[in-house]
């Protein structure tokens, strides 16, 4: 079982930045891949980003790539979201997930088992 805990969500003007965290409570971190997935009001839930077990490897939304980082700490047992020159577009609630580790990293929201809450990411224009 893993449960995820999203933080650093909040409200920011358009080209600001946030950093987004998930805590994982799981037994070996490093077995998992872990992703981001954001949803909109209105709309369906959309890949952001995933990092692999080790975090050598990495996969962007084409949407955000550029603007966006994953990273992870697998001695915290947490991965990050730094997301850069926000956009409006950007407001949605951002989950974390997981799955254990498989080649390739996925962006499938299907292949993922295990999802946090989500925090609310807001970008005034």
């Known amino acids: 079982q893993v449960q995820l805990v999203e933080s650093g969500g ?56 550029g603007r966006f980082t994953i990273s992870r700490d697998n001695a915290k047992n947490t991965v990050y979201l730094q997301m850069m020159s926000l956009k409006p577009d950007d407001t949605a609630v951002y989950y974390c997930t997981a799955r254990l580790y498989g080649s390739p990293i996925s962006d499938l929201p299907g292949d993922y088992l295990y999802w946090g809450q989500g925090t609310q990411a807001t970008v005034s224009s």
Do not use: H
């Not at 980003?49 to 490897?57: E, R, Y």
């Open 10 to 65: 909040g409200l920011v003007r358009a080209g600001d930045s946030l950093r987004l965290s998930c805590a994982a409570s799981v037994r070996t971190f490093s077995n998992y891949d872990m992703a981001w997935f954001r949803q909109a009001p209105g709309k369906e839930r959309e890949f952001v980003a995933a990092i692999g077990w080790s975090g050598t490897n990495t996969l962007y939304a084409d949407y955000v790539k």
